[in-house]
């Protein structure tokens, strides 16, 4: 077709649809919109029950909007929106205001069976509560939907996309690898560890843990441990989760870690890759413990070696139906995972963080074949064939030894080990061979520092009292290299008290003063006149095995 004759075609056709507008309809793309969607919490007299409020600004173009509330609810006020449909939960917009709401008392307490009885993964108390936050579905015409969700509290507490704590709290914050961490303490709670500690080791995971997307904002609550928890922690949605508050870091089951290793799986696991969920999160909780120096190796290799016991010898982490008691995937599969990692760091010079970031993004669905795919894209065809034996057969992998260790995985093996005591006060200043001082006395015990890794390190050597640092020494060593340091802690009241630097324990004793005895008396002269001087010399030691105080005789 010629270019003059096109032009005239095109003419012609814009000519009869203009002739032709009146009686033609042509489609219009609805406008893109924004439903605001806020719900606010609040406690509420009602026994395992919290109070909701889910308000809804409607955008100019919508003609009709559907929201759908959450199960266990009971409606007792709305506005702008009335019931529609047969399961209870679906209200309908009636148009007569652009701000219409529905208010209803949501169960918070949510249980699973345990077999010896009902156990909580959210509860709600008299004094404060943390449950899920509500989940609300909109359907909308008239636009092109589009939906901004929030939360909030009325009164104290804190809302975050998927869990919301409601009581009184303090609110300890951090900025690490590009996340701000918010660590809420609940008041009616009592946290064993500092929660810069904890802060402390959540951004040395954030900055450790090289894989998944990192989120702006990670929200962690601790709640009570006065409630029959089903778990040790829960982790929802994108970045929210909930640590029991008399949870450790000194542990190979670092439950704060394994939480912050769930918000950066970005992937969708299908039922032969169910395992690793757990299996990751279990695996870097105990390696990221490890290399901070709060656990030795020998704890990190026996919870390696919980993967291999007897018990799960018909595990085979493929096929969730052979689990023993849901935790063959935790245990076995962090030990499938570790012995991956150390073969594709010693054979391949790689990581299993490398292997994971092949599938850790966003709506990818992670097969058996991706996942076996991963691990030889980045490592080779037999740490693949090993992936394939350990995951789809019922065969365990050996746990590795420390030299293994630090010949894949390298750097600073940093190692405390108490070498004295010294005592100073009122009584003495000497060496003692134990720990065993009186009250007023102050303890000196001095620490021996070893670096037995491959590479240079720094060191933090932390005093802990009964699990509370109460004194800290830091600096750098080279490989073989070694120094001491020296504390001081005086001890007010009698007792027995737990020292502890890295992994190194030590009872130190502190009792009261003894009594004095007199042993000898002598008088000079021993026989006198009346009126005479006599002098009285009187030898005066403790009573017992440890320094004397008392009046003098």
Not at 29 to 49: H, M, S, Y
Not at 433 to 442: A, C, H, L, N
Not at 486 to 501: I, K, M, N
Request: some cysteine.
């Amino acid at each position: 077709m010629s270019r003059p004759r096109a032009r005239a075609l095109a003419l012609s056709v814009l000519l009869t649809c203009w002739l032709l507008a009146g009686s033609v309809a042509f489609a219009m793309p609805a406008a893109a919109a924004t439903i605001e969607v806020d719900n606010t919490l609040a406690q509420t007299d009602t026994k395992g029950e919290v109070d909701v409020k889910t308000q809804v600004i409607i955008p100019d173009g919508a003609t009709s909007v559907e929201i759908t509330i959450p199960e266990d609810t009971d409606v007792y006020e709305t506005e702008g929106f009335r019931q529609s449909g047969t399961d209870g939960r679906t209200y309908e917009w009636t148009g007569g205001t652009d701000r219409p709401f529905v208010r209803y008392d949501l169960a918070g307490n949510r249980t699973i069976d345990r077999g010896s009885g009902e156990q909580f993964l959210y509860a709600v108390t008299d004094e404060w509560a943390v449950v899920r936050s509500p989940s609300i579905s909109v359907r909308a015409t008239g636009i092109d939907l589009r939906i901004n969700r929030s939360n909030h509290v009325d009164g104290e507490g804190v809302a975050g996309r998927h869990i919301t704590y409601l009581g009184g709290y303090e609110e300890h914050t951090r900025q690490a690898a590009g996340q701000r961490f918010r660590l809420i303490e609940s008041e009616h709670g009592d946290m064993h560890e500092n929660p810069e500690d904890v802060l402390d080791s959540l951004a040395h995971a954030a900055n450790h843990f090289e894989t998944g997307a990192r989120d702006d904002s990670v929200l962690i609550i601790a709640v009570p441990s006065n409630v029959d928890w089903a778990a040790t922690g829960v982790q929802r949605g994108d970045s929210d989760m909930w640590v029991r508050d008399d949870e450790r870091l000194d542990t190979a089951r670092n439950t704060w870690i394994h939480e912050y290793v769930h918000t950066r799986q970005d992937y969708d696991r299908t039922e032969a890759t169910r395992w690793t969920i757990e299996g990751m999160a279990d695996y870097y909780a105990a390696l990221l413990t490890y290399e901070q120096g709060r656990i030795d190796f020998e704890t990190f290799q026996s919870q390696m070696d919980d993967g291999a016991r007897d018990r799960y010898s018909d595990v085979q982490l493929s096929d969730p139906a052979t689990w023993e008691n849901g935790r063959g995937n935790y245990e076995k599969g962090a030990l499938v995972f570790g012995h991956l990692d150390r073969r594709l760091r010693a054979d391949a010079d790689t990581t299993l963080a490398a292997a994971i970031a092949e599938f850790n993004d966003p709506g990818t669905e992670l097969t058996q074949q991706r996942f076996l795919d991963a691990v030889e894209t980045t490592g080779s065809a037999a740490i693949r064939d090993d992936a394939e034996r350990y995951t789809e057969t019922t065969e365990t992998p050996e746990v590795w030894s420390r030299q293994q260790h630090l010949d894949a995985f390298g750097g600073a093996d940093i190692r405390y080990e108490f070498e004295g005591f010294a005592v100073s006060g009122p009584y003495r200043e000497a060496t003692i061979d134990s720990p065993r001082v009186v009250t007023d006395e102050t303890l000196e015990p001095t620490v021996r520092i070893r670096n037995v890794g491959t590479e240079s390190g720094e060191y933090t050597a932390e005093l802990r009292v009964d699990g509370e640092t109460v004194a800290e020494r830091t600096g750098t060593l080279d490989t073989d290299a070694e120094t001491t340091v020296t504390f001081q802690r005086r001890f007010d009241a009698a007792g027995e008290y737990d020292l502890s630097v890295g992994t190194t324990t030590t009872t130190a004793v502190v009792e009261e003063p003894a009594d004095v005895a007199v042993t000898d008396l002598t008088a000079d002269p021993a026989t006198a006149a009346l009126g005479e001087s006599v002098t009285l010399r009187a030898t005066v030691t403790s009573s017992a095995d440890r320094p004397a105080d008392g009046d003098d005789p």
